[in-house]
């Protein structure tokens, strides 16, 4: 602000020649700019605390700024004129152009404190505000993941358990405790992140009842690669793409389906891969209210930017769903 306040004084006397001009803008200067970045200051961390907004308390600092300079550059211009002997033939402004000059210099340079000082707060602030955004819309689709054990999903559940209450006593205890596991553990509160060992410990009790509902033509199988049970992922973000292998693939294929669960290292990257024995996609877009291929896609891209990929491989024989992701090691958080 003062190289600024510097560069157009010099601009002007090199112009003009006045030095009446020269030193009552520059004391004007020299003592209302200290002032006015303190109390604009002042203000704006008022504002901001009060919580009432800050356009209106801004535009009537704006304009008690220039009212302020309009009074001080005439107040230092009567000052000089008396002490400064004039030049022959110079003609003096008039008391309005005076004030009219010293408002618009109060004007100029409180719009070039909120430049150098609201701005970046501004910016900062907005900057924040979007990744908070864009934290609640993760959390929010965690939430929905979590509660997207269909209706459906648990009333089948409960009639294979109520058939074999009295077939096979033992089965139905285990799969009533997988359930319940599986129940609690999507409503529990917990960190956005947790092990690959939590969460095949999750799918497996998922798998295991998903066989016992169609048992004798669904399949899993565990490939789980060495040091990668510690590895961090975001939590169940494997579950909608086994889910989907189940739907639209395994139980599709005549005969019964298999599921394979495998998971990786590749240098720096985990991978984790769902691969189904079905007919396969057709090559086109996503389906319209497919929530599980989105929601995984979306979750990646929050937390990881471009640095994980979802991709789907598809043919006659089955589907892949292959994850990779950077490679995080440590405990759930």
Known sequence: ??????????????????????????????????????????????????????????????????????????????????????????????????????????????????????????????????LEADKLRTQAELVQLRSHLEPHFLLNTLNA??????????????????????????????????????????????AQILETRHAGNLIFRWEIGDGTSRALLPRLLLQPLVENAVKHGALMRAGGGEITVRTELSGPKLVCTIEDNGPGVPNKATRRGAFGLVSVRRRLALRYSDAATLRLESSAGGTRSVVELPLEEGGAS
């Open 161 to 206: 358990i109520a058939g074999l209450v009295t077939e096979d006593p033992r089965q139905a205890r285990q799969l009533l405790g997988n359930l319940g596991d599986l129940l609690r553990d999507s409503i529990a509160p917990g960190g956005e992140m947790q092990t690959l060992d939590e969460q095949v410990e999750w799918l497996r009790r998922y």
């Open 1 to 130: 602000m003062a190289g600024i306040a510097l560069l157009q004084l010099a601009s002007e006397f090199l112009g003009t020649h006045d030095i009446v001009r020269l030193l009552s803008k520059s004391i004007a200067l020299l003592i209302g700019l200290p002032l006015l970045v303190v109390l604009a200051n002042g203000v704006f961390r008022r504002a901001v605390r009060k919580r009432f907004g800050v356009v209106a308390p801004l535009s009537v600092a704006a304009v008690a700024a220039g009212i302020f300079f309009a009074g001080l550059l005439r107040g230092t211009r009567a000052v000089i004129s008396s002490i400064v002997p004039l030049p022959p033939n110079y003609e003096p402004f008039g008391e309005g152009d005076v004030l009219r000059v010293g408002f618009t210099m109060g004007l100029t340079y409180f719009a070039l404190w909120a430049l150098v000082f609201v701005l970046p707060v501004v910016v900062e602030d907005a900057r924040v505000r979007a």
